[in-house]
T-cell receptor
Framework: EDQVTQSPEALRLQEGESSSLNCSYT??????LFWYRQDPGKGPEFLFT???AGEEKEKERLKATLTKKESFLHITAPKPEDSATYLC???????????FGTGTRLTVIP | EAQVTQNPRYLITVTGKKLTVTCSQN?????MSWYRQDPGLGLRQIYY???????DKGDVPEGYKVSRKEKRNFPLILESPSPNQTSLYFC??????????????FGPGTRLTVL
């Protein structure tokens, strides 16, 4: 069973059209949940770490939230430069390894 | 400039020919890790290292070896590559903290093709 599931697989938005990406996880205890951005042909770039339910982090047009079973990455008034694949990863409590979801490919159309 | 470097960036090889992909970081990070990225499967962790001389298996370690003799370097070794190891490989590092993967820095990737 996949430990991290992201939805949707792909999302097309008009510039300025806000939306949310979902990351659900099934680990029994969460040590940390991470959001990354990946541009084509490049390595992932760290965005946020969330540790506990109720926590929120913001960076420019992006806001990440966390519940006990899922995280959302909210994109407010996106611009074309926000187009990328957004990856979610989870570290389980007591473990040292990391599990990634397959990502959401976001396209923002001018 | 703080960075993680990988070499080579592209490699085409044949089945069974041993190869090494190098990874180096200049941020004095204790924690380093290798991932492979495949379409539909996402990023999967191969091996990680908590510090010099300390390594452990990730999710998909079969067919790979690593070593951590120096803090800055973490090479990935494929002793007998097979076509199913054709993939995009990423090295990453982070400063150890309460959460190991906080602000993990990734290298640019190595695209490996095994014929």
């Amino acid at each position: 069973e996949d430990q991290v599931t992201q939805s949707p697989e792909a999302l097309r938005l008009q510039e300025g059209e806000s939306s949310s990406l979902n990351c659900s996880y099934t680990v029994s205890g969460l040590r940390g949940l991470f959001w990354y951005r990946q541009d084509p042909g490049k390595g992932p770039e760290f965005l946020f770490t969330l540790y506990s339910a109720g926590e929120e982090k913001e960076k420019e047009r992006l806001k990440a939230t966390l519940t006990k079973k899922e995280s959302f990455l909210h994109i407010t008034a996106p611009k074309p430069e926000d187009s990328a694949t957004y990856l979610c990863a989870v570290q389980e409590a007591g473990a040292n390894n990391l599990f990634f979801g397959t990502g959401t490919r976001l396209t923002v159309i001018p | 400039e703080a960075q993680v470097t990988q070499n080579p960036r592209y490699l085409i090889t044949v089945t069974g020919k041993k190869l090494t992909v190098t990874c180096s970081q200049n941020m004095n990070h204790e924690y380093m890790s290798w991932y492979r990225q495949d379409p539909g499967l996402g990023l999967r962790q191969i091996y990680y290292s908590m510090n010099v001389e300390v390594t452990d298996k990730g999710d998909v370690p079969e067919g790979y070896k690593v070593s951590r003799k120096e803090k800055r370097n973490f090479p990935l070794i494929l002793e007998s590559p097979s076509p199913n190891q054709t993939s995009l490989y990423f090295c990453a590092s982070s400063q150890t903290a309460f959460v190991l993967y906080n602000e993990q820095f990734f290298g640019p990737g190595t695209r490996l093709t095994v014929l």
